[in-house]
């Protein structure tokens, strides 16, 4: 009597040679780039309690910081009795 022993075997042993060469040590996709390092950031806020935002003084602090790496990301007011109260304004740099 013949045995189809063999057929099986050699079909297991073909889809893990391929299964080896498509991933590596790692369970990454061969010739796939190594994924980056996350990026990680610091953060600031800067308040300004003057009721009107702008002005030289403002726009010199806010550039000293853009000086320093810090990029403005957000800016939000607290509003006290329909009157802006302070406005506050959230940088971000990478560390």
Known sequence: MKS???IP???CCI??????SVF???GQLANQ??????QKWEHAAMTHNDSKVGGADLSRKINQM????WEL???STVV????????????KRPK
């Not at 780039?33 to 996350?38: G, I, M, Q, R, Y």
């Not at 009795?81 to 302070?86: I, M, P, Q, R």
């Open 33 to 38: 780039p190594a994924p980056k390092a996350t």
């Open 24 to 26: 590596n040590a790692e």
């Open 9 to 11: 075997v050699l079909g």
């Open 80 to 91: 006290v009795e329909g009157t802006t109260a302070k406005t506050i304004f959230y940088f």
């Open 4 to 6: 189809n022993f063999g």
């Open 73 to 75: 990301v957000d800016v």
């Open 66 to 69: 853009g000086d320093s790496g």
């Open 15 to 20: 889809i893990l040679a391929l299964a080896v």
